[in-house]
């Protein structure tokens, strides 16, 4: 029995998502989960079928592998097509062209040649045997290339101490052109700040960095997706860069890297090591002199120098800079804690209170705190270099607790004045009576002006004046004017005063005059 190849419904996906779609093989195999290869063959047996979208409907499995599969001939067992290596190695030389695209021409004309793989081993053990070399063809402005020399040069200090400087170097892959410098480490700081002055070096950016997979800026190692650090991410993002790094123990990835530190050593290195330096920027000094003369060394088998062909190949080829250079910043994770505050460098910064127990990442510069959840940024505060300090913007409290911070003099007062003058004297009064504890005095005035929200400021302006001329300042007592309607009255009742009556009992102040004369 013959077992069917593949499943019937792929095939008619992949028709679907080719014809009607209009997706491209690539993202069709991702879709079908089968392999680009795969996708490709299907439409060429498809395509030779003469089989158009949408299907007929009475057209059952069996029949569409029938017509996409045939049976082979009686003389199935003869060799495949074969392949003519000579035109394929040939085709390989001109520019834009690929194994892929050279093997997709061949199925093509022979759909029942070998596979994908089965082409490429062929044609590299055909290229082996006759001890063919390859050379790596570089885009102009494409790709380039960064490592760390192996060499260090010393740097003493006027303390009498010293370290070894770092020696960053980076080359253009079409020029050679080189970029050296020294740094005091290779960690982050120096790392991406050296690439900041790397592109300003080359008035532009490539389109690629291929890195050596030093943990400044790969955190993990990955034949096919490594993880980047995330300034370093961040960094190339800034200069619309893209990141390849070079695979491990694979030396040809980063070749003109390699041949960049090789010469690096040899013509610039080499000729300070009898020199003692005792700071950075005077190593620096020197670096550039010998740098430039590297590059503009003529070259010995070919026309020009790294800077004439840089200048003609390379730099109109580079995409223009960014505004503002990239600021150096470092990321951290963290979670935000019940109080709603992240802990970062010893400091703690406030973010909205609905991200309590949520997983953050913190981005740190000189001058600026900023906190992001799920990539999206919730709080950005200047930076404090103090230690054990909590920094706090009011918009992130809860209501209930907004309402607590708000409470204190100035605040009290200011919302006081916008309600009348006489509730700003009544509050002003409270607040300066010296024998009533000042937490106390905060929640007496809080509590008189939450009557704002229930009478309005009119009717409380009158009832704090009227508590005023009776000199009384408690909020439970202006709160009972208010709900008795004392507002409403006036300050001094008017009556008729009339003369007492006579009687025998009552004394008069004639009486009072002789007593006081006895």
Known sequence: MTRRRINMRRIREVLRLRYELKLSQRKISKSVRIAQSCVFEYLVRARLANLNWPLPENLDD???EAICFPPRSSNSNQERPPIDFAHIHKEMKRKGVTLQLLWEEYRTTSPDGVGYSHFCNQYSAWAKVRNLWMPQQHKAGEKLFIDYAGMTVPIKNSDGSSYQAQVFIAVMGASNYIYVE???TQQLSDWISSHVRMFQFLGGCPKCLIPDNLKSGVNSTDRYEPELNQAYLEMAQHYNVAIVPARVRAPKDKSKAENGVQ?????ILARLRNRVFFSLDELNEEIRILRNELNQRPFQKLEGCRLSVFEEID???LDPLPIDPYVFANWTKGSVDQNYHVEVLK???SVPYKFVRQKIEARITDKTV????????IAGHIRSFERNKYITDPDHYPPEHRAYANCNPENLLSEAKTAGDNVADWVKAVLDDPLVYSMQKLRTCSGALRLLKSYGNHRLNAACGR????GIYSCKSIESMLKTGLDHQPLYKTEVMT???HHEFVRGPFYYTQQGEV
């Open 467 to 470: 508590g005023m001329h009776l």
């Open 370 to 377: 900023e906190i992001f959840c799920k990539s999206k940024r």
């Open 315 to 317: 730099k109109p080829q």
């Open 62 to 64: 069996d029949q569409l």
């Open 499 to 501: 003369t007492s009556p």
């Open 347 to 349: 400091n703690n910064y």
């Open 263 to 267: 010469n690096a050593e040899r013509q």
């Open 182 to 184: 020294a740094t005091r």
